[in-house]
């Protein structure tokens, strides 16, 4: 997808899941170096700032949602390429947030490169919050059941906190980069929205350490009610297992070859045999009850 919208002071041009044409367009058109098309392509790419001869690159990375890979919450790197003439943004996928973008958001380049970075921060703080909401329902679920289902989600959440920290980190530099660019933050209501992103992002990282730290101790709370229901299991299968031995132990002490009380006479041996068995069972159930191991 390639589209083209002319401003008053510059042309933005979006291209959004690039094919091999819209690369070659970017290269012969706008003279985009191959170097730097080749880093728009890299999905691991860090948030940064270069700065070409004929122009500059900005990448940051959004929240996006995915189920084609391992995590289904990620991030995607966002890359903006500005000149004198044109705002070029470039993304692997296609960044909802750029629709977002109001006419009167666009009146300079700078203006539009703070507000596109300013929706993002506002992104992660929405993502996060759909990422709380699956926790809890997890959390509750858990509750009622232990099923590995829900704790594979949480472990999948713990990894887009982890994703989403080095992102926002990242973000917040290529931010103070931003700041110290001669002539980029130079009227007031451009700085005005560079802090006010500044602050999105700082409290995104705030809501992603507590969240990891609620999701840590959701975890470790589990874990350990896993562990207890383990040993209480194992206790019951070893109790069962001495009650179980008694009647093997009399069974096999008269199937001996040898001369045992009573075998002249098979009902009483069958009685005897039968009341010894009850007595150590009954005994045995009866301490099992006092000690309370169940």
Same mark, same amino acid.
């Given at each position: 997808?390639?589209?083209?919208?002319?401003?008053?002071?510059?042309?933005? !041009?979006?291209?959004?899941? %690039?094919?091999?044409?819209?690369?070659?367009?970017?290269?012969?058109?706008?003279?985009?170096?191959?170097?730097?098309?080749?880093?728009?392509?890299?999905?691991?790419?860090? %948030?940064?700032?270069?700065?070409?001869?004929?122009?500059?690159?900005?990448?940051?990375?959004?929240?996006?949602?995915?189920?084609?890979?391992?995590?289904?919450?990620?991030?995607?790197?966002?890359?903006?390429?500005?000149?004198?003439?044109?705002?070029?943004?470039?993304?692997?996928?296609?960044?909802?947030?750029?629709?977002?973008?109001?006419?009167?958001?666009?009146?300079?380049?700078?203006?539009?490169?703070?507000?596109?970075?300013?929706?993002?921060?506002?992104?992660?703080?929405?993502?996060?919050?759909?990422?709380?909401?699956?926790?809890?329902?997890?959390?509750?679920?858990?509750?009622?059941?232990?099923?590995?289902?829900?704790?594979?989600?949480?472990?999948?959440?713990?990894?887009?906190?982890?994703?989403?920290?080095?992102?926002?980190?990242?973000?917040?530099?290529?931010?103070?980069?931003?700041?110290? &660019?001669?002539?980029?933050?130079?009227?007031?209501?451009?700085?005005?929205?560079?802090?006010?992103?500044?602050?999105?992002?700082?409290?995104?990282?705030?809501?992603?350490?507590?969240?990891?730290?609620?999701?840590?101790?959701?975890?470790?709370?589990?874990?350990?009610?896993?562990?207890?229901?383990?040993?209480?299991?194992?206790?019951?299968?070893?109790?069962?297992?001495?009650?179980? &031995?008694?009647?093997?132990?009399? !069974?096999?002490?008269?199937? &001996?070859?040898?001369?045992?009380?009573?075998?002249?006479?098979?009902?009483?041996?069958?009685?005897?045999?039968?009341?010894? &068995?009850?007595?150590?069972?009954?005994?045995?159930?009866?301490?099992?009850?006092?000690?309370?191991?169940?």
């Amino acid at each position: 997808m390639f589209d083209t919208k002319k401003l008053k002071t510059f042309s933005w !041009v979006n291209v959004g899941n %690039p094919d091999h044409e819209d690369f070659e367009r970017l290269l012969n058109e706008y003279k985009i170096d191959e170097d730097t098309i080749s880093d728009i392509l890299d999905m691991d790419e860090q %948030p940064r700032i270069e700065i070409e001869d004929d122009y500059k690159v900005i990448i940051v990375r959004f929240p996006i949602t995915n189920r084609e890979v391992d995590t289904t919450w990620h991030t995607e790197p966002l890359s903006i390429i500005y000149s004198s003439k044109h705002v070029i943004t470039v993304c692997r996928k296609r960044c909802d947030m750029l629709d977002k973008i109001k006419d009167d958001e666009m009146n300079s380049r700078e203006t539009f490169i703070l507000n596109i970075i300013w929706y993002i921060a506002e992104s992660y703080l929405r993502a996060l919050k759909e990422l709380n909401k699956k926790v809890l329902a997890s959390k509750k679920t858990l509750q009622e059941r232990i099923r590995k289902q829900e704790l594979m989600q949480l472990l999948e959440v713990e990894n887009a906190y982890t994703l989403y920290m080095a992102s926002l980190k990242g973000n917040l530099t290529v931010m103070d980069k931003i700041d110290k &660019m001669r002539g980029f933050v130079k009227d007031e209501d451009n700085q005005e929205l560079a802090e006010d992103t500044r602050i999105e992002f700082n409290q995104a990282i705030e809501v992603v350490t507590s969240y990891s730290k609620m999701l840590k101790s959701i975890k470790e709370t589990f874990e350990s009610v896993i562990n207890i229901d383990s040993n209480t299991y194992i206790n019951r299968l070893t109790v069962w297992n001495i009650i179980l &031995m008694v009647p093997s132990v009399l !069974v096999g002490y008269y199937g &001996m070859n040898m001369e045992l009380p009573y075998t002249e006479n098979a009902h009483t041996a069958i009685v005897i045999f039968i009341s010894i &068995m009850i007595l150590l069972i009954g005994y045995g159930l009866y301490t099992i009850a006092r000690r309370r191991v169940f």
